[in-house]
């Protein structure tokens, strides 16, 4: 089982940046794939990026590609998003995401384990 904790959220103006931090628990996490969605007020939660278990392989949603950057540490199981160029657009809830299987797939329900997230906030 993976334990996942999100940090590093808050209010940002429009242009600037933010790096979201997901600390996982769990002797596994190094097998998983990882994922970040994020959920604005009444809309459904959207894919953003995730990363395969190694690293190695990435896949972004068209809105954050070349703004967002996902990344992972083994060593220290962490998972990071860094965000630039952030857009007011970006505001939601952000929440880190464990699949034991690497897809390039948007949809959220293939994802075993989740964080409670952490809110990003874009003022414009």
């Known amino acids: 089982q993976v334990q996942l904790v999100e940090s590093g959220g808050g209010l940002v103006q429009a242009g600037g940046s933010l790096r979201l931090s997901c600390a996982a628990s769990?002797?596994?996490?190094?097998?998983?794939?990882m994922g970040w969605f994020r959920q604005a007020p009444g809309k459904e939660r959207e894919f953003v990026a995730a990363i395969n278990w190694s690293g190695g392989s990435t896949y972004y949603a068209d809105s954050v590609k070349g703004r967002f950057t996902i990344s992972r540490d083994n060593a220290k199981n962490m998972v990071y998003l860094q965000m630039n160029s952030l857009k007011p657009e970006d505001t939601a809830i952000y929440y880190c995401a464990a699949d034991r299987v690497f897809r390039r797939s948007p949809n959220p329900t293939v994802y075993d384990y989740w964080g409670q997230g952490t809110q990003v906030t874009v003022s414009s």
């Open positions: 769990g002797r596994t996490f190094s097998s998983y794939a």
